[in-house]
């Protein structure tokens, strides 16, 4: 996998842009998609199931329909073309331009605290850096893009 490739996947943080709920072509999109078409038109059957099955969870059908919905939207085309949509005040992307990095474990800062992240993420960016300087980029790309993101 060349270097161009993986900035396509890895964003300058460290976190694989395609595992993200957010990225137009990652598989929480595709899948999601895909689930809506196979779906079709359950909204109708989930009210007959509710009695039917005795089952209130279909209760809650259009709930899970707007969440299926906005996995299913386009909204970002990852760190490196955009600002992120996730977190708004993200601070790395300005900061990893700033510095002239591909990533952040690659500057004579890391780490510090440019990010804006909350106590949880701030402490996951460091993890995931600190494996990319131990692994290599290319094996943490590969182990990233198999692996939930929210796990």
Not at 91 to 101: D, I, L, S, Y
């Amino acid at each position: 996998m060349t270097t161009d490739t993986i900035k396509t996947v890895i964003a300058p943080c460290g976190l694989c842009c395609e595992t993200c709920f957010a990225h137009v072509n990652g598989d929480i999109r595709k899948l999601s998609i895909q689930l809506r078409e196979k779906l079709g038109n359950f909204r109708a059957a989930a009210r007959r199931f509710e009695s039917m099955l005795e089952a209130p969870v279909f209760r809650k059908y259009p709930d899970f329909e707007k969440m299926l919905d906005y996995f299913a939207a386009e909204h970002c085309h990852g760190c490196r073309n955009e600002q992120c949509r996730i977190f708004k005040n993200c601070g790395v992307r300005p900061c990893h331009q700033e510095m002239g990095v591909d990533f952040c474990y690659q500057c004579d800062q890391f780490p510090c605290n440019n990010t804006r992240f909350d106590e949880n993420l701030y402490n996951s960016w460091v993890s995931i850096n600190q494996i990319i300087r131990k692994k290599g980029i290319e094996t943490y790309c590969e182990t990233a893009r198999t692996r939930p993101r929210y796990g």
